[in-house]
């Protein structure tokens, strides 16, 4: 009988940015984990529904910098329960818990996470509806919690629509909220304007533009809206009105976020999606 951890498997992920505005060293994403570890909050998601961290675990260290390869961590959501809305549908009454467990919940739904620090990406298990949106929500607040104003939190779009953005020569309106990169992850004037927002430091910036299907925006190579465009991959997102087949379509590259298909053992599956992040995302030492 072949070894269970042995069969390859498929598994889909999607992908969060997690980006300090300064200092974007492995060692500052480590810490923060460790922190919000330490903090352990509960986040409301919505629907009377809650997120806390279930289990943390570091994968192994990088022996030249001695930062873990990978961090494991398992979410749960569910629903606090109130001791005193419980019904009995037979005799028709309300019904009081006595002695409650204040600690028990009901509805729990686990999520799976695997945070890569070298590429500061937080690659989240497709297993549960929801699960992307609740992460990001989970996220987005404990990262302020333990160090506010300091992060940015954002899903990874798909290529495909981006590029979908980038290929057309027609734009009738465009809808933009970035945030820098990190450094010497773009060229030309892609780097130029990525510095001159990073001189400002805004959290985001937001960006509108206006045309017409008889006068479109200029969307040239190495030009404005593709500087914009290529930096809401990894940093925004950019919903537009483009020209395709002479009819108006709006793309908007929130509804879109990044797919990993893996197929993997599961005794290697963390390395493989290691690896297949630092190939798509490339490594962000600083």
Known sequence: ?????????????????????????????????????????????????????????????????????????????????????????????????????????????????????????????????????????????????????????????????????LDSHHIIKFDASVSFSNPGHTGLFNAAFDEKMREVNPSTCNIKMQGTQEKPLQNEADGLIEAIVSLSEQNGEVKATIVENNKPVVVNTKLYPARLRIVSAAIDLYHNLRNRIIQEYGEHNR
């Open 1 to 165: 009988m072949a070894n269970k951890e042995k069969i390859r498997r498929p598994s889909n992920w999607t992908v969060i940015n997690i980006k300090a505005r300064d200092n974007q060293t492995p060692e500052h994403y480590v810490n923060l984990m460790r922190n919000i570890v330490r903090e352990d909050p509960m986040v409301d998601i919505g629907r009377k529904h809650q997120i806390c961290m279930k289990s943390y675990e570091e994968g192994p260290l990088i022996a030249e910098t001695q930062i873990p390869q990978w961090i494991v961590m398992v979410f749960t959501t569910f629903v606090i329960v109130d001791p005193e809305a419980f019904y009995d549908i037979r005799a028709k009454k309300d019904v009081t818990i006595e002695k409650w467990n204040e600690d028990i919940v009901v509805n729990k739904r686990e999520i799976n996470t695997l945070f890569i620090p070298d590429t500061h990406t937080l690659a989240v298990r497709m297993s549960a509806e929801g699960s992307l949106k609740h992460i990001e929500r989970y996220m987005i607040e404990a990262v302020e919690r333990v160090e506010p104003e300091t992060f940015d939190v954002t899903v990874i779009k798909s290529h495909d629509v981006v590029q979908r953005i």
